[in-house]
């Protein structure tokens, strides 16, 4: 069974500094796209980033472009997401996705797996 656990959100000030991590475990993923999605109060899930476990293309959300990186750690079976310059916009609870065989898809729907989420919020 495929377990996907979230953590390093926090609270920060404005202009600062996170970095979200994702430990993936209970099957290989090499053939996976990884993901990350995140819900602000009252609004939709949305896509922020994606990488290819193999071959590590990445795809990001306009906006978040130059600020967020998606990385992976094969070795770990970790996914990261460092996000710098944040903004109060960026507030939401910040989920982790695996999608097997599923290309650098932006839509929620083709990934299979969801972590639980953690909460990033940013104070003006």
């Known amino acids: 069974q495929v377990q996907l656990v979230e953590s390093g959100g926090g609270l920060v000030q404005a202009g600062g500094s996170l970095r979200l991590s994702c430990a993936a475990s209970?099957?290989?993923?090499?053939?996976?796209?990884m993901a990350w999605f995140r819900q602000g109060p009252g609004k939709e899930r949305e896509f922020v980033a994606a990488?290819?476990?193999?071959?590590?293309?990445?795809i990001y959300a306009d906006s978040v472009k130059g600020r967020f990186t998606i990385s992976r750690d094969n070795a770990k079976n970790t996914v990261y997401l460092q996000m710098n310059s944040l903004k109060v916009e960026d507030t939401a609870v910040y989920y982790c996705?695996?999608?097997?065989?599923?290309?650098?898809?932006?839509?929620?729907?083709?990934?299979?797996?969801w972590g639980q989420g953690t909460q990033v919020t940013v104070s003006s």
């Open positions: 996705a695996a999608g097997d065989r599923v290309l650098l898809i932006t839509t929620p729907r083709p990934y299979n797996y």
């Open positions: 209970g099957r290989t993923f090499s053939t996976y796209t």
């Open positions: 990488i290819r476990w193999s071959g590590g293309n990445t």
